[in-house]
Nanobody, 124 residues
Framework: QVQLVESGGGLVQAGGSLRLSCAAS????????MGWFRQAPGKEREFVAG????????YYADSVTGRFAVSRDNTKNTMYLQMNSLKPEDTAVYYC?????????????????WGRGTQVTVSS
């Protein structure tokens, strides 16, 4: 059974930075694409960033391009999301997810396993 555990969330002022981590159990972490999603109160869950199985290709939502960076360390079964220049509209619960296949897509239905999320709050 695959388990995903996010960490690194918290309260930060606008313009600040946070680094989220997603630790995965299981031996097949490197065989799958991974993604970060977020959900703000009263809004639908949305794609934030994704990374292909080998880490060579990354993808971002337009709203975070140039501010966020996704990476992975397959030797540690861990994915990261470096978030810089944070804005109040980035406030949400952030989830990591493991894709069903090796390539990133932006549809949450394509992701088979999810973490419980970590809260990110950006104050103005």
């Amino acid at each position: 059974q695959v388990q995903l555990v996010e960490s690194g969330g918290g309260l930060v002022q606008a313009g600040g930075s946070l680094r989220l981590s997603c630790a995965a159990s299981g031996r097949t972490f490197s065989n799958y694409a991974m993604g970060w999603f977020r959900q703000a109160p009263g809004k639908e869950r949305e794609f934030v960033a994704g990374i292909n199985w080998g880490g060579g290709n990354t993808y971002y939502a337009d709203s975070v391009t140039g501010r966020f960076a996704v990476s992975r360390d397959n030797t540690k079964n861990t994915m990261y999301l470096q978030m810089n220049s944070l804005k109040p509209e980035d406030t949400a619960v952030y989830y990591c997810a493991r894709h069903r296949l090796v390539l990133v897509t932006r549809n949450s239905d394509d992701y088979a396993y999810w973490g419980r999320g970590t809260q990110v709050t950006v104050s103005s």
